[in-house]
């Protein structure tokens, strides 16, 4: 575990075993399709071959930027190593292990980059991380990833979860769910505010930082831990006053 409320984006250690089979692309032009729920894998060391370690999140949405990226969001925490650097610039895969279930999380030790797609994105962004647990500034915990359109489609459907627009979280005591690579679908009701977050009743596990939050198929907030999630519409105003890659985000068609 890396830091305080990191452990969702759970280095693995593991023995070197076969590789599995490359997953077949998922959209009928051969890219491969990614959306609010897909698995990530990252930090690969020794080779994205041959892997010994690593690190795995969870797509928050795929949308377009002011300048027409594609844009993929996930969590801040997933891409800031152990002194408190923050890799922009680190080479994203998609996790091509099955996603798991709560009653049977997906095995950290089966997650394996898709060879087959190749690098999907670059990181350009890592913001504040929320840093509950400790006393660092408090951030909403999101990461921009430049996706590469010629390896990847959008999609807005992954596992049990679509996602055809954004708003703000519910009312207090509304049922919501989150998509997670790890554990799945699960669901559970909106608690209260914490301060710029907002607190639920869903579960969540390791591999499941940046997790869509949805209210039906209304996108509402990134999950990173102990019931605690950022706001879309909060994470999306800071990238529009920061600028640059991720600004003007909306969701893509």
Known sequence: MLRALRALGLAALLAVVPLAAATPSASAD?????????????RISPTPEAPTSYQICTLTAVGRDAAGNLVGLTNAHCFIDDKGNKLVGEKVYRDSSPAGTAAAPAPLTDSRPDLAAGVIGTVTYVSTPNNLLNTGPKGLDYAVIKLDESRVAPTATVGGVTIS???????????????GHRTGLTCGMKLGTNGIWFTHLIWTNGGDSGSPVVVGQTLVGNAWGVQHSSPI???????????GVGAGFHLAT
């Open 165 to 179: 627009s954004i708003g703000a979280p519910p009312a207090n005591g509304v049922r919501m769910c989150k998509e």
């Open 30 to 42: 051969d890219r491969t399709a990614v959306g609010g729920g897909t698995g990530l894998i990252f």
């Open 233 to 243: 519409l909060s994470i999306i105003a800071e990238m529009n006053a920061n600028g």
